[in-house]
């Protein structure tokens, strides 16, 4: 089945330490998106990719990487610079441009991240 | 900038009931419009979109959704809720101008149902 697979579904880490959200798509898309969510916020955008080997950044992209060297794929490092990483985290990809040119956003099932 | 905002944060409606979800945006043309809807510990599910023309949306789960440009709204609407409809209801407008990738979401909305 197509989709988008994210993983693992939960993960702990301790203060300090680097983490990586894994997220893969086999719908061919060319976009993809990392999201966070918290209580109450919404989605906020912290990274994305239109193409292979080009990212930018989101409105929160403070003490988060990603890397984008397959079209499937697109990781998302927590590192330790991000002050407050507990939160859960949403990848989504869309077939090609942006939803302001009318293109639908599709998500995965998300990853809970805990830092303790 | 463009901006979205559902007024209600949370909704009880009892099962058999009808329900009005709105969502208000702020945009100078007419943007692209989404509504997702998310289960706890999930993620969204697109139940339906507004790009153009009939300003009456049909979609997934019987839920459909109205464009009015004079009130700037796309409030989403069920004739008949299902106790598994209890999820949060985000509403997102896609334009230019917005964030980084055009789409702004609105808070969300969490719906409960009663029996």
């Known amino acids: 089945d197509g989709g988008i697979t994210q993983s693992p579904k939960y993960l702990f880490r301790k203060e300090g330490q680097n983490v990586t959200l894994s997220c893969e798509q086999n719908l061919n898309h060319d976009a993809m998106y990392w999201y966070r969510q918290d209580p109450g916020q919404g989605l906020r955008l912290i990274y994305y990719s239109q193409i292979v080997n080009d990212f930018q950044k989101g409105d929160i992209a403070e003490g988060y990487s990603v890397s984008r060297e397959k079209k499937e794929s697109f990781p998302l490092t927590v590192t330790s610079a991000q002050k407050n990483p507990t939160a859960f985290y949403l990848c989504?990809?869309?077939?090609?441009?942006?939803?302001?040119?009318?293109?639908?956003?599709?998500f995965g099932e998300g990853s809970w991240l805990t830092v303790v | 900038a463009q901006s979205v905002t559902q007024p209600d944060i949370h909704i009880t409606v009892s099962e058999g009931a009808s329900l009005e979800l709105r969502c208000n945006y702020s945009?100078?043309?007419?943007?692209?419009l989404f509504w997702y809807v998310q289960s706890p510990g999930q993620g969204l599910q697109l139940l339906l979109k507004?790009?153009?023309?009939?300003?009456l949306v049909q979609g997934i789960k019987g839920f459909e959704a109205e464009f009015k440009r004079s009130q700037s709204s796309f409030n989403l609407r069920k004739p008949s809720v299902h106790w598994s409809d209890a999820a949060e209801y985000f509403c997102a407008v896609g334009a230019s101008g917005g964030g980084a990738d055009g789409l702004t979401f609105g808070k969300g909305t969490h719906l409960i149902i009663q029996p």
């Open positions: 945009y100078g043309a007419t943007p692209y």
């Open positions: 989504a990809s869309s077939i090609g441009g942006s939803p302001s040119s009318g293109n639908t956003i599709y």
């Open positions: 507004y790009f153009s023309g009939d300003t």
